[in-house]
């Protein structure tokens, strides 16, 4: 019985997969001709300074992932982060009202420019979140609330990488569509609205009232 529907599904699962493949879709884990060049781009990349401790660990985890060969020594890119934002909200209210569980926000955002020119190729908003315990002693709490920063910073490491690889395989592709960078300063274009002949007519036309006869 095994044996046909495994049979079905794969059949079913076949023409879906070549739709997608169709479609230019590529998983993002699978293996790649090109991921040497992308791993030959990360070389290139100066990771600037970080504000803050929590900075200090998020640049250390962004070298072990990039850095195969050591620091570059003449790098074509810098990649800027800000200051990490950290938030704090208390949950799980017992009831003497004091918190059991708490959540960690971590937010920051990313910006990869060329060196010579400083052109910024590419601009993200990270954000990481995770949550422990709030338990009796503080010590404790201490110790739980920097393992779970020190997760959600390896979090945030790994979403930098991702953007970065999505970057360079596009550009090798050449579709760079996703990679325009939106000026804040400047206002989003609204397109104008056409308005539509057939509706003036309808809108301004005169109502006629049609009088019947008596025979």
Do not use: W
Request: aromatic letters at 6%; proline letters at 6%.
């Amino acid at each position: 019985m095994v044996g046909p529907m495994k049979k079905t599904f794969t059949l079913l699962a076949l023409p879906a997969l070549l739709l997608l493949a169709a479609c230019g879709f590529t998983p993002l884990y699978a293996h790649h001709d090109d991921d040497s060049d992308v791993q030959s781009a990360y070389q290139d990349i100066y990771i600037a300074n970080i504000p803050d401790r929590s900075g200090q660990i998020l640049r250390n985890d962004l070298m072990d992932r990039l850095y195969t060969h050591g620091k570059p020594d003449n790098p074509r890119y810098i990649l800027e982060l800000s200051a990490i934002q950290e938030h704090i909200t208390s949950l799980a209210i017992n009831i003497t009202s004091d918190a059991t569980r708490a959540e960690l926000r971590l937010t920051a955002s990313m910006r990869l420019k060329e060196k010579d020119t400083g052109k910024i190729l590419l601009t993200r908003d990270l954000l990481a979140i995770n949550s422990y315990n709030i338990l009796s002693s503080q010590f404790t709490t201490i110790v739980s609330a920097q393992a779970v920063r020190e997760d959600a910073l390896n979090d945030m490491a790994r979403q930098i990488e991702t953007n970065l690889a999505l970057y360079f395989q596009r550009q090798q592709s050449g579709n760079t569509s996703h990679d325009q960078v939106i000026d804040p300063s400047k206002p989003a274009a609204v397109p104008a609205l056409v308005p539509d002949p057939a509706a003036n007519a309808a809108t301004l036309a005169p109502a006629t009232t049609t009088t019947g006869t008596t025979p």
